[in-house]
C-alpha cells in the first residue's frame, strides 16, 4: 500500500532563518506531488506541484520553493523565512485524476 | 473567479443525531467534486467523488448529493459518532487552470456524547 511521510510535525523558527521541509512517498511510483499551505479559516492553497523529477509548477509568488531530486522525494525550502509563512502545510501525491493522499502537516510557527 | 463555499462554517449535534454539510461552487468547467475529512492536525482523507452524470453516492453512514444545474452539493451523515468529529472539505476540480482543485473552507463537526 502507498503511504506519505511528512517531517517534522511541528516547527518553531526564527524570522529570517532557512526552511527545509521534506516528503516522502512509498509504494508508488512517479506519483504527481504537491505541496499545500492551510491556512485558519481558509481553504487549501497550492503552492507547488511536480509531474515528475526536477519539474516544479507554481504560478503564486512567494518566498518559497520546492525541489524534487528522486522521484518520490518533494521538498518545501525557504531561504528566510517571513512572519507570514507561518501555517499547515500539507504535501499531497495523487495519480491524474485520482484522490489527493496528504500526509499529515507540518505546523510551521514563525517567530 | 472559480469558488467553492461551505456552510455551516461550524456544527455542534447530539451523538445518533444526523447532519447534512452544504457546498456551493462556481467552479468551471466542472470535472468533479471530492468530500474530505480532516481530523485534527491530520491531513484530508478522501470520503467519495462525484462526477457531473451522478446525483447520489454513499459511504457508508456518508451520503452525497449533487445538482449539477444548481452546482450544490451536500454531505449526509447518518446516526453521527463521536469519531464523525473533524473538518468536512468540499473540493471540486476544474478542468484547466493551475489549480485545478478548488478547495471550501470547510464545515467543523462536533459530535458531543
Same mark, same amino acid.
Given at each position: 500500500?502507498q503511504?506519505?511521510?511528512?517531517?517534522?510535525?511541528?516547527l518553531? !523558527?526564527?524570522? @529570517?532563518?532557512?526552511?527545509?521541509?521534506?516528503c516522502t512517498?512509498?509504494?508508488?511510483?512517479?506519483? =504527481?506531488?504537491?505541496?499545500?499551505?492551510?491556512?485558519?479559516?481558509?481553504?487549501?492553497?497550492l503552492?507547488?506541484y511536480?509531474?515528475?523529477?526536477?519539474?516544479?509548477?507554481?504560478?503564486v509568488?512567494? =518566498?518559497l520553493s520546492?525541489?524534487?531530486? !528522486?522521484?518520490?522525494?518533494f521538498i518545501?525550502?525557504?531561504?528566510?523565512?517571513?512572519?507570514?509563512?507561518?501555517?499547515?502545510?500539507?504535501?499531497?501525491?495523487?495519480?491524474?485524476? @485520482?484522490?489527493?493522499h496528504?500526509?499529515?502537516?507540518?505546523?510551521?510557527?514563525?517567530? | 473567479?472559480?469558488?467553492?463555499?461551505?456552510?455551516?462554517?461550524? &456544527?455542534?449535534?447530539?451523538?445518533?443525531?444526523?447532519?447534512t454539510?452544504?457546498?456551493n461552487?462556481?467552479?468551471?468547467?466542472?470535472?468533479n467534486?471530492?468530500?474530505?475529512?480532516?481530523?485534527?492536525?491530520?491531513?484530508p482523507?478522501? &470520503?467519495?467523488?462525484?462526477?457531473?452524470?451522478?446525483?447520489?453516492?454513499?459511504?457508508?453512514?456518508?451520503?452525497?448529493? &449533487?445538482?449539477?444545474?444548481?452546482?450544490?452539493s451536500?454531505?449526509?451523515?447518518?446516526?453521527?459518532q463521536l469519531?464523525?468529529?473533524?473538518?468536512?472539505?468540499?473540493?471540486?476540480?476544474?478542468?484547466?487552470?493551475?489549480q485545478?482543485?478548488?478547495?471550501?473552507?470547510?464545515?467543523?463537526?462536533?459530535?458531543?456524547?
Amino acid at each position: 500500500s502507498q503511504t506519505i511521510h511528512q517531517w517534522p510535525a511541528t516547527l518553531v !523558527q526564527p524570522v @529570517g532563518s532557512p526552511l527545509s521541509l521534506e516528503c516522502t512517498v512509498e509504494g508508488t511510483s512517479n506519483p =504527481n506531488l504537491y505541496w499545500y499551505r492551510q491556512a485558519a479559516g481558509r481553504g487549501l492553497q497550492l503552492l507547488f506541484y511536480s509531474v515528475g523529477i526536477g519539474q516544479i509548477s507554481s504560478e503564486v509568488p512567494q =518566498n518559497l520553493s520546492a525541489s524534487r531530486p !528522486q522521484d518520490r522525494q518533494f521538498i518545501l525550502s525557504s531561504k528566510k523565512l517571513l512572519l507570514s509563512d507561518s501555517g499547515f502545510y500539507l504535501c499531497a501525491w495523487a495519480r491524474t485524476e @485520482g484522490p489527493q493522499h496528504f500526509g499529515d502537516g507540518t505546523r510551521l510557527s514563525i517567530l | 473567479k472559480n469558488q467553492v463555499e461551505q456552510s455551516p462554517q461550524s &456544527l455542534i449535534i447530539l451523538e445518533g443525531k444526523n447532519c447534512t454539510l452544504q457546498c456551493n461552487y462556481t467552479v468551471s468547467p466542472f470535472s468533479n467534486l471530492r468530500w474530505y475529512k480532516q481530523d485534527t492536525g491530520r491531513g484530508p482523507v478522501s &470520503l467519495t467523488i462525484m462526477t457531473f452524470s451522478e446525483n447520489t453516492k454513499s459511504n457508508g453512514r456518508y451520503t452525497a448529493t &449533487l445538482d449539477a444545474d444548481t452546482k450544490q452539493s451536500s454531505l449526509h451523515i447518518t446516526a453521527s459518532q463521536l469519531s464523525d468529529s473533524a473538518s468536512y472539505i468540499c473540493v471540486v476540480r476544474a478542468q484547466t487552470g493551475f489549480q485545478k482543485l478548488v478547495f471550501g473552507t470547510g464545515t467543523r463537526l462536533l459530535v458531543s456524547p
